[in-house]
């Protein structure tokens, strides 16, 4: 499944679940990245233009679902790039 989120800049944030806990998040150039304190983990993401997403968040808004898509880690992977896990 693949939801396409416009940002205000005119970007396409694209949303793609990869599988049942895994959600690739691609379509943008320049982002901040947040750790945690300690600096162990990524804590959240933010495209210039938005969306900002971070640990905790729902993403089901973005698939218009009433199911629960409550972001539990951000990954960095070389393969696909920005991925979250629900």
């Known amino acids: 499944m693949k939801v396409t989120y416009y940002n205000r800049q005119g970007d396409n944030i694209i949303f793609e679940k990869i599988n049942d806990d895994t959600v690739k998040m691609s379509g943008f ?7 945690y304190e300690d600096g162990s983990k990524i804590e959240f993401v933010d ?3 938005g969306p900002f997403i971070g640990v905790g968040m729902n993403l089901n808004t973005y698939f218009e679902t009433k199911e629960d898509m409550i972001i539990k880690t ?13």
């Open 74 to 86: 951000i990954e960095y992977e070389p393969e696909n790039g920005t991925v979250l896990k629900i």
């Open 47 to 49: 495209p210039s233009g």
């Open 29 to 35: 150039q320049y982002y901040r990245t947040g750790f």
